[in-house]
């Protein structure tokens, strides 16, 4: 499935809308139960998400600052684009099994501490979980084929970080602001390290295979442990 098609499972038509129904917290569905559409600005605490819904719509939870947790069922598949962007209280939020597709920010300046990627996930969008200042345990899975932009940056907590083998493009500013990271371990794969990358992080030195071709200049800028490194001979350095 492209990611057009994922992003219209996260959107609802005219028809979805007008038909929802919402239940005794507010939070609404589309009239089959399988997208969960939005909730109102009075949710607080722990909410459970009714089992048999799929799509978590884009935005849905947006700004919920006073969410602690949220419990998902298995049953869902896709969280929207933003779904729990600033839900700045938001402890758990266990991603389901069964989950296919993320959109970019997903849970961007939340309170988790801890993720683990479902092996039914090969893409970690944009900013999924940026600004998650005390998310310190990131489990992934060696199926994981893309970790997009600043997907972990200014998650400060996070002390090393095992890029999966099939990673072959590390994006820009994916650790950036991670002050507490002092070791990340890259795969021999990797073809290209992005702008900013480790950037404000504690690490001191890091192992570049030789698979890598492309680096940017500034990979490392305001580190302010960083001692050195050694880069394979024929790699290009973009300034």
Known sequence: MEEKDYKMLTNTTREENLNSV????????TADGKKLISTPVSLTGEYKIKPGTESICDSAFQYKVWLINVDIPSSVKYIGRAAFVHCERLITARLPENLEYMGNMAFTACHLMYV???KTLKRIPDVAFGGNRELKTIILH????YIGCSAFAECKAIEEFDFPPKV???SQEV???CW???KVTIP???VEIGNLAFSMTGIETIDIPNSVKIMDKYIFDECRNFKGVKIPEGVQIID
């Open 22 to 29: 919402a239940d005794e917290f507010g939070v609404r569905y």
């Open 116 to 118: 683990k990627i479902p």
């Open 142 to 145: 060696d199926d994981i084929e």
């Open 168 to 170: 072959k493009v590390i």
């Open 175 to 177: 650790l950036s602001g």
């Open 180 to 182: 507490n990271l002092k």
């Open 188 to 190: 021999d794969g990797v």
